[in-house]
Structures are given as structure tokens and as C-alpha cells.
């Protein structure tokens, strides 16, 4: 089989080390960018000489951001490549273009890599669909924001320590705000809900909030309530309604799901008949990012790749609900977006004011951190 | 596709009901033993009706048990249909004859459901195989004995009033040893370790020890000192050589598989390129087992199942080492098999004496254990 490579980085270069030790693989042409590293043969800044080429049968699409990996990708469905990718943005944004564009043109459109590195997390959840419903998913899905949460738990640090650390580490960009806000995980939320729901979900739809407001005095309130704050990740689905949210919540410190360390990430499914599955491993990095690519590779060439298909309608409703923690730091206008309504307890902190609200829905919660972005939120499970 | 059915139990009955939506797919024959529960015209006493019949492709067995098991896999694989099983002794008992008269005769045999139920661990183990060497696999492979110690440790009860309850609540049998002694999970560690390091490996080669003897005051000791005891597979592979053991472990209390509640299992693989993987789900159950059948039935039907391959000489070897906690009880001879040199500290226990030993080797305790049946041993991690 005869594969090109869109872009040389990390991923790329992941890919590449990985299919050196199967011979039946060839990388025939790498796109690259910059003309100074061009120091192989089968490198070029053309992307027609991809699409022109007919001995290439699968093009690893690694570039990320939405143009021009939109035009590369349809460009080489429509030159009947099957198309690899670990580009969640555009992914997010234009599944049910790529899905039905692949159709039309009787090849495979693959995204393994773009949800949970090397956790083999899209492959189980088409093999459950084979046989259940899957009902609901949820998970860690960003390991930059479980290292920084994990290092506040175990080190009793302050937000923009542990982030330094985990840019000096190279766990975090020098502008991380992908990551902690949100807007990775959405993205992952969006292809895992739309894979596991058969329904493309408009990632726009999503409600998003990250973990940037977090404070050392919230993860010691955790610590002294018995609980670990992450990053989750959450999709149910209940009929023809669906909702889907990422949020920070509040678990038991004796769940498994607490106990995901570092950079790792985990990914959890509800199938009827196969019950609660949960998945963990490396969610980035070149050589599991490269892995879940090169696996997308061998299904495609082995016959074994599982179609994605959008055969469902389904409507966005509030179903997803819960008690929320809401920090309004001292000195902010949080407080006067709270009603009393929604009020279940009220707890003076050293930094202005917790509060535990009653069962309510994330767009509630949504609604106030949108009008004041110091709050800090989580959903309790 | 057509379908016969060894049994019609719990396994069976889940497969049976599965199937019953997935319209490619037809029962045409059911094995049963006893005429009173005839109750279908599918069933038969007679197994030469399967075996004779042309129009069945594929035999699911799950009657248990060495013979006649082994025999009917056999005599299916030798009339060119495809055997899924779910008998983890006969696999692990006759694993390489099945893997040779299943590629003797052009025919897949698929073992997904004897190691952790609904958890999809030999899938995945496969498809980590096709392109990194898994080096090393461990987990907690037997829901009955993860049912009581999480019980255990969490109610504070002593272990005989916990198996109490899981034997009424259906999840331990009358007769428990199988899986509180860790016979069960023992060939489920033999056919992952075969799977994982492409080499059948001798199931009574693997050292066994079960949780019979934990009590009380081990549980409370392990909570002081921030651990949890599980009972473990492990395997490890290095270079030609390799090793597995089953025996509890002691955790971390924050680790993932620390918390594993009730029946839950877990299983964990590394791989060079892929890092670490976990998968976690229910390990038993008609409903996730009967899935596993059949995510291996539509493997058999759409051609994607990954073949089983024997190409390895391995051979055993003492890799895994560790400290172990040993509780002697009092009034019993476990004390005067160890020896001074193994011995790094020694606490009085309210029942009798608790050592903690320096780095040795599961042999070297499990000598002192047959010795000294009473003895409770776990090796820290």
C-alpha cells in the first residue's frame, strides 16, 4: 500500500517511524511546508503532486486547523484516496461533508487519531455500535488539563504553577488555551457523540467551560470532601434527543475515573448489552497518535475498517443535569447572577463564595459563567 | 449466517438473545443435555446432528469444562466450521492443538469470551500485536474474588461473611474455589499471555495463589498504609524469555486498578509504540459474555477477525520480582520456612505476624505457601 503524509511533525513523524517496521506500508510522498526541511527525496511543497499521483492509495491528513485540510482532505476522497486523519478540528466541523464525500467515492474516511491518541477509543465504540445502542459516553479527553489537574491534587499547587510546569515540561502550548478551556475536548466530544449517536452533532451546539478559574482553594475543598476535579467530556443520548457538554466535574476519589494520572486520558461507554466499557491509555503524542493512525491503516488495507454512518436524526435536549460547585471569587459580579432558586448552600471561602446549587442544567450554569468569566463551575456525578 | 449453539445456559441464552436482532445472523441448532428442556425444535441431544450438518458455519461452545468440549471443537473445526468459545479451561488447556486444526482447516477459532467478558481485551490485544510487541499484561481477570475484596475493604467485614453475600447475590458459586483461589483467573492469564507473546504458554507453568486466606486485619492494614489488595495476571515478556504469575497484589489506594469496584474487571497491556492501555468492563455476565460471542461471530462474517499465530519458542523464565507482605497466623508453622535473609521487616499482628519481605521472586514465596496453606501473601507493585 501506497501512502502520503500531510505534514512531518510530531504525528507525522510518529507515523512514519511506526510504518518503517511493516514492509507491506510505503510512504511514497510527504507534504511539507517549509523548503529548508526538505531532506528526502519523496518530500514536496505541492500537494497536487498527492492528488495527481494515482499509485498513492491512502493519505495520512496530519497539517490540523480547518484550511486548507478541508480542501487536501476532500481533494484526496475525491481522487479516490482513502483518507487517514488526526485533525479533530476539522473533523468537528466538517464530519458529515467528509463521511458522505468518502461514500461517493467508494473509499474510507478514518479518525481514530483524532479522539483519545492512542486509546483505541473510535474503533470499540463503532464495534460496540455493531451490536448496542451506546446511550452514553463520557471522559478525560485532554491530557494537558489532567496533568495540570492531577499536579494540583497531588501538590497542592496553584493554577499557573502547575501550567508553567507543564510548559517547561512540553505537556502545555505556550498558548494553552485549546486545551484548558475546552475547545480540544469539544472538538473530541463532537466526533466521539456523532460516531457512537450516528448522527452528525454540530460541535457549535456543544456547551463548553474549562478549568483555567480553578484555584488551590477549590481542589482543597475536593480533598477535604472526599472528591477529584476533571475535566469530562459527556454525551448521552435518550431516544431521538441527544445532549452533549464539557464541563469540569466533581467524582468520588475512589473512582476510576479520579484516579487517571498525569497525561493520561480515559474513555468510558454504556452499550445495553455490553454494559459500562472504559478505555485508557496515552491521549497524544507522536508515537500513540502515530499508532492509532497506522491501525486505521491496516483496517483500511485488511478490509476491516468499520463504515461511519449518519443514518439518524436526532434533536439536541436538555437531558444531561446535575449539582453544581460554583466559586465566585471575592470582588466579582458572580453573585448577583445566582438566584435564590438555584441556591442549595451557601459556603463563605477564603476568596470569595462557594456555592452548591441545586439539580440543574448546564445551560443554567452556562448562562452565569458566560456573564461573569471569573466563576468557577463543576457538575457533580 | 448459520449458527449452532453447545449449551444453552447463562452464555449461551445471552448469545441467543443477541442474535435475535441482528437479522444475518440464525440459530439453526441448539446442543442441550437434558431432554426436559427441550423446548425449540433447534435443539437436539445429539451432537453429530451439528457435526453432520453442512448448512451450520460456525459452532459457539460454551458448555464448559475439558471433555467433552474438547473434543466437540475439534470434531467442529475438522468439519470446516468456525468455533467461538467462551471456555476458558479447555483453551487454556488445548489452546495450540485448537490454533493448528482451526488453520489445518481454513477456519477461524475465536476465545474473545474466556478472558474478560465483556471487556473487548483479546481484540485489542490482537490489534496492539499487529504492529507493537506487548512486552507486558496484568489485570484483575475474576469478578467474584474483586466482588469481595472491594467488599472487604470497603464494609470492613471479614473475608467468609463477604463470600456470604456474593453467594447469594449470585456472583460466587456454592463452590467458590475456582475463582477465589485463582484457578480461573490462571487460564485467563495462560491464553492472554499466549495471545500476547505468540507462544502457547503452559498454564500449569503459571504460579497461582488465591485470596482465601486475606482477612480482616489485613484489609485494615493495607488501609492504614494507603493500599489496596487485588488479585492480579500478570505476564511479562523480555527478549526469548518470559513469566506469569497470579497472585494478590497490594496498590497504591490512587491507582486505576486500586479501583475497580464490585465485580469489574480490568486488563492492561504495554506496548513499545502504544504506551499503556487499559480496558475496563463487566468480566462476566450472559449479557457482556453472549457479546463478546458475538462481536467474534460478525469478525468470523465480515472477515475481519485477526488470525492467532503460534510463530514463538518462549521460554520461562523468573522476570517478575517483587516485596512481598506475608501474614502468618498465629499458631501455625508459616514462620519457620522463612528465612532470615528474605525477612526486611517483621510487625506483630493482633492474629498473627505480618513480615514484609526484601525484593524475591514468586517462587521463592510460593514455596513457603504450599508448605504452609494458611499463609496470606501479596506482592506490593
Redesign the interface.
Known amino acids: 500500500m501506497n501512502i502520503a503524509l500531510l505534514g512531518f511533525g510530531v504525528v507525522c513523524g ?1 507515523v512514519y ?2 510504518l518503517k ?2 514492509p507491506e506500508y510505503n510512504v511514497t510522498k510527504i507534504l511539507i511546508r517549509n523548503p529548508a526541511k526538505k531532506t528526502m527525496d519523496c518530500m514536496t511543497l505541492d500537494f497536487a503532486d498527492i492528488e495527481n499521483d494515482n499509485d498513492i492509495d491512502l493519505v495520512v491528513e496530519a497539517i490540523g486547523g480547518l484550511h486548507p485540510a478541508r480542501e487536501y482532505i476532500l481533494a484526496s476522497l475525491n481522487a479516490k484516496k482513502h483518507v487517514v486523519t488526526a485533525n479533530k478540528a476539522v473533523v468537528a466541523a466538517y464530519f458529515e461533508e467528509f463521511v458522505a464525500a468518502a461514500k461517493e467515492n467508494g473509499v474510507k474516511f478514518m479518525v481514530e487519531a483524532t479522539s483519545g491518541g ?3 477509543w473510535i ?2 465504540l463503532q ?1 460496540v455500535g ?3 445502542e451506546v446511550t452514553s459516553l463520557h471522559g478525560i479527553m485532554n491530557g494537558t488539563s489532567n496533568f495540570i489537574l492531577s499536579a494540583m491534587t497531588s501538590e497542592g499547587k496553584d493554577f499557573y504553577d502547575v501550567l508553567k510546569v507543564a510548559q517547561e515540561l512540553g505537556y502545555a502550548e505556550a498558548d494553552p488555551s485549546a486545551d484548558i478551556d475546552g475547545d480540544d475536548v469539544r472538538n473530541k466530544c463532537a466526533i466521539s457523540a456523532s460516531i457512537a449517536f450516528g448522527c452528525p452533532v454540530d460541535v457549535n451546539s456543544i456547551l463548553q467551560s474549562g478549568i483555567r478559574n480553578i484555584s488551590k482553594s477549590d481542589i482543597d475543598w475536593c480533598r477535604e470532601n472526599g472528591l477529584v476535579c476533571k475535566l469530562f467530556a459527556t454525551a448521552k443520548r435518550c431516544g431521538d434527543k441527544f445532549d452533549a457538554v464539557v464541563e469540569p466535574v466533581m467524582l468520588d ?4 475515573e ?4 498525569k497525561n ?1 486520558n ?1 474513555t468510558c461507554l454504556y ?12 491521549g497524544a ?1 507522536g ?2 497518535t ?2 492509532a493512525i ?2 486505521d491503516i ?2 483500511v488495507n ?3 475498517a468499520c463504515d461511519i454512518t449518519f443514518d439518524k436524526k436526532l434533536e439536541k435536549a436538555e437531558i444531561i443535569k446535575g449539582r453544581y460547585y460554583l466559586h465566585i471569587p471575592a470582588g466579582t459580579d458572580g453573585y448577583k447572577y445566582i438566584t435564590g432558586d438555584i441556591t442549595e448552600k451557601e459556603i463563605p471561602s477564603e476568596n470569595g463564595t462557594v456555592i452548591i446549587t441545586k439539580e440543574t442544567t448546564p445551560a443554567e450554569i452556562h448562562k452565569l459563567t458566560d456573564k461573569e468569566k471569573s466563576v468557577f463551575a463543576a457538575r457533580f456525578i
Open positions: 510518529g517511524e511506526i517496521k511493516l492512542g486509546i483505541p474503533k470499540n464495534r455493531r451490536i448496542d476519589c475512589y473512582t476510576v479520579a484516579n487517571v494520572p493520561y480515559i452499550g445495553e448489552t455490553i454494559g459500562e466499557v472504559k478505555l485508557y491509555g496515552q503524542g508515537l500513540p502515530g499508532n497506522v491501525q491496516i483496517d485488511t478490509g476491516s
